[in-house]
């Protein structure tokens, strides 16, 4: 009684896939060990390496196997926005702290002009504040 469906290919399913001669050898030699198709030491000397080293190549090529069939994240990977370097980001943090202490203290000047005009009284070319009557005539008052 034979199965329904394709027959097994085993091995010969390595012909469809590209990589180096070396290493299509090693897989299609563990795969063979893995059916039973060939035993470890018929493999070995195929290879011309010790059963030590076969095993190692068997596990290393078992957990790789293992580690592309984890479950991944569904859907495209969110592009990553780029980062200033960090010199330049230091640069723009500095620049940003400088620029809200001046705007700071020109709230803060705002706020004394509007609540406290007399303070903020002009100044003349000499750096004094001019009077009152200085100011209405450009000139000081007197004989």
Do not use: W
């Amino acid at each position: 009684m034979t199965r329904p469906g394709r027959k097994p290919t085993g091995a010969k399913l390595l012909d469809k896939f590209t990589a180096s001669a070396h290493a299509l050898a090693r897989m299609r030699a563990i795969m063979e060990t893995l059916s039973g198709a060939k035993t470890i030491p018929e493999v070995c000397a195929e290879l011309e390496i010790g059963e030590a080293m076969f095993h190692r190549i068997r596990a290393e090529a078992m957990q790789a196997a293992l580690e592309a069939l984890e479950p991944k994240p569904m859907g495209r990977p969110c592009v990553a926005t780029t980062t200033p370097l960090p010199a330049t980001a230091a640069a723009l943090e500095q620049e940003n702290y400088d620029l809200k202490i001046r705007l700071r203290a020109a709230e803060v000047r705002a706020e004394i002009a509007q609540s406290m005009p007399h303070l903020m009284a002009r100044k003349g070319p000499s750096g004094k504040k001019r009077r009152a009557d200085q100011r209405a005539t450009g000139r000081p008052k007197g004989p």
